[in-house]
């Protein structure tokens, strides 16, 4: 079986593949042992997807400028 974790590198590609397994398993219900591959494939690429967003935040953060066009760091503000 192919590990397609380290392929898919982007946030994108991670969430495509997290809704092509939950289609998967929703349209027909795979074997147990195939459904915990899924599983633990789709744990992977949650993670993946945690750690682009974390990265996005710090970036966001560090690009906010203020007023007077200095560079300020503000924290991200979840709304």
């Known amino acids: 079986m192919k590990d397609n974790t380290t392929v898919e590198t982007?946030?994108?590609g991670s969430l495509g593949r997290l809704?092509?397994?939950v289609e998967?398993?929703?349209q027909t219900p795979p074997p147990l042992e195939t459904l915990i591959e899924r599983y633990e494939?789709?744990?992977k690429l949650l993670q993946i997807c945690r750690e682009k967003l974390d990265a996005a935040e710090k970036?966001?953060?560090i690009?906010?400028?203020n007023s007077h066009g200095e560079t300020e760091l503000k924290p991200?503000?979840?709304s």
Do not use: Q
């Open 10 to 12: 982007s946030i994108e």
């Open 59 to 61: 970036r966001i953060e």
């Open 63 to 65: 690009i906010t400028r």
């Open 76 to 78: 991200f503000e979840e």
């Open 19 to 21: 809704e092509s397994i």
């Open 41 to 43: 494939e789709g744990m």
């Open 24 to 26: 998967e398993i929703e």
